[in-house]
């Protein structure tokens, strides 16, 4: 097998793409264990073979649409999935009812099919191996790391309230498919 075969479908870039895919299933594993720490760690390791596997596609010419797809699943399931779910997790310990506890569910379904609409107009519209200079709209990964935060500040009793933190998840999934630029790295 040829790692650097750009025709193998587990080239070494694809290769670190089902680490990403296989990072953000155990992450919500340990979501659902309460193990919230391990979750982020292995999700912030996720982040890093998102950034790697790009680089290591450019670098040995092995873009293929097959490996935007495969990114972008992982993208899927590693930053729109594992995040928010993350966040209703913690979030849980503060809503006092059921009827509550649907409607945040509610709107993390919402950024859920966001970073999912994001995900399938980024793919219509970039060329295998093309890097635009801007995004158009809050990339998932950076959507993923304003979740972070905004985790952290919830945790940590900065922003106590659960109604303020779904407030700014319905505007991080208004963003992803917004027109903002976001300059690429």
Known sequence: MDL?????RFNIANLVTYL??????????????????TAIVLAWIAGACDIIDGKLARKYGLSTEFGIQLDSFADFLSF???????????LKSGIDNPI?????????IFYIISGLRRLIEFNL?????EVAKYF?????????????V??????????????II?????TIAWSMNSKLKIPHP
């Open 166 to 170: 779904t407030l700014l998840v319905i």
């Open 125 to 129: 519209k970039v060329d295998a191996g």
């Open 136 to 148: 158009e709209g809050v990339p998932t990964p950076l959507g993923a790391i304003l979740l972070w």
């Open 20 to 37: 990403n895919v296989a990072l953000g299933v155990v992450a919500i594993y340990f979501i659902v264990q309460g193990d919230f720490f």
């Open 4 to 8: 650097f075969d750009k025709n193998n």
């Open 80 to 90: 729109v999935v594992m995040p928010p779910f993350l966040l209703f997790y913690a």
């Open 100 to 108: 509550e506890e649907l409607i945040v569910g509610l709107v993390f």
């Open 150 to 163: 905004l985790y952290l500040l919830y945790s940590y009793g900065i922003v106590s309230s659960v109604w």
